[in-house]
């Protein structure tokens, strides 16, 4: 049965939208339908109930409202403008928005929040009917800056154990470990959530967050991750710094790679070098160079890892062992793939990464993954306040902290 939004009835009036800078009825029965017309108003009140302008994305869409029975729609607290029901209907209620759409928002937002899958970057929400706006493409001349900045910065990464806790088998001596990742709204590749988390060792429990809505403005490159997320990653461990200095992580893990990477410097070792913290590179896929790729050689070497704690090694052409595979957790036969970020040995990386885990991700990275899809979830039942990276962006916090 065809989803109907309905509203109380009201003085009967032309079935338009207001113009711009024009009054519009603060309730008017409209019911969904299959013209092009009907969904581009549906949509337009959809937006604006997450309050979005309801011109805030001009391209038509047959963006569809979710059965009442399965709705994912985010629940708003206390009274908002967005409720459910139990029946099959759904009443929202209407009051139009300025025509410009709000400058603190750069897109539109989607309705659903999935699971985490695929590389370190891929993550937020799903991609629904709506669709924001993506970054340029860089030139090549930003491309070769960023090499020369990749190859500067790889000659400071240490791969050895540099503190006392790494040379213990049981870690003594180590109480922090931080997880950091950014989570997208899909659909809006210039939008997210920087999140920083700091959990107990060898509790696990969170000590610290700290999650920002932030604007992306370097364009997703493969191999050059680093220069899209890292910024804002460093202003988070700034703050904790600043904030709460017995809080600093003694190690960071990362939701990418490290040594294992193109050009051998990844975004876990671009972040360690920048904050100079030991860093652990941790993602989910293979990342194909130096001849690794992912055949049936290499799912038969999975295949192998019959316990958690089983691990084999990533070596390359080259001879060089890259990273290092781990099955972290029995129910998961998909494993992790750990590389050397900063200050740390990859023997200790694995290690650690294993007594991290309470499931397939480790616990620093899975709480600052949960942690900030909940703050864009939050976010969407109020209008979204995206910061932007460098010192306006600072002055910008201050007077949003006052």
């Known amino acids: 049965m065809q989803n109907r939004l309905l509203l109380p009835a009201a003085p009967p009036r032309p079935a338009v939208l207001p ?22 108003r549906r949509r337009k009140l959809l937006l604006h109930c997450l309050n979005l302008s309801p011109w805030a994305a001009a391209e038509p869409s047959a963006a569809l409202l979710p059965s009442p029975r399965r709705c994912s729609l985010p629940r708003c607290s206390g009274a908002g403008p967005l409720s459910r029901t139990t029946g099959s209907r759904l009443l929202i209620k209407l009051v139009f928005a300025p025509a410009a759409p709000p400058a603190s928002f750069a897109g539109t937002a989607a309705l659903r929040p999935r699971s985490r899958g695929g590389d370190g970057g891929d993550t937020g929400f799903r991609r629904g009917a709506m669709s924001g706006r993506a970054a340029e493409p860089p030139p090549d001349a930003t491309l070769r800056r960023w090499e020369r900045e990749q190859a500067q910065l790889k000659a400071s990464v240490v791969e050895e154990d540099t503190e006392e806790w790494q040379e213990d088998a049981s870690f003594t001596g180590l109480e922090r470990v ?103 590179g941790v993602a989910k896929n ?37 990273g290092m ?28 990464v294993k007594s991290c885990c309470r499931y397939r991700i480790p616990e620093p990275i899975r709480q600052a993954d949960i942690r900030s899809r909940e703050y864009i979830r939050k976010q969407l039942c109020s209008p979204l306040e995206v910061i932007s990276s460098g010192p306006e962006s600072r002055k910008k916090e201050a007077e949003l902290d006052d």
């Open 178 to 280: 931080g997880g950091v990742d950014l989570s997208y709204i899909k659909g809006d590749d210039t939008s997210a959530c920087a999140s920083l988390v700091v959990l107990s060792y060898p509790a696990l429990e969170v000590l610290y967050e700290d999650c920002r809505m932030v604007a992306v403005s370097a364009p997703y490159v493969a191999g050059f991750l680093a220069f899209r997320e890292v910024p804002f990653l460093v202003e988070a461990v700034q703050r904790l710094q600043q904030e709460e200095p017995k809080l600093k992580p003694q190690v960071l893990l990362v939701d990418g790679n490290g040594l294992l990477h193109p050009r051998g410097f990844g975004v876990a070792c671009h972040l360690g070098v920048l904050t100079d913290l030991p860093c652990i």
């Open 19 to 40: 113009a711009p800078g024009e009054a519009a009825p603060l309730q008017r029965p409209w019911r969904t339908g299959t013209t092009p017309e009907k969904q581009s």
């Open 325 to 352: 595979v781990l099955r972290s957790y029995n129910s998961s036969s998909k494993p992790l793939y750990i590389s050397v970020g900063h200050r740390v040995r990859l023997e200790t990386a694995v290690r650690l």
């Open 286 to 322: 293979l990342l194909q160079v130096d001849g690794l790729v992912r055949d049936e050689l290499h799912r038969e070497q999975i295949r192998s890892l019959q316990r958690e704690g089983d691990t084999f090694p990533l070596t390359g052409t080259s001879g060089r062992v890259l």
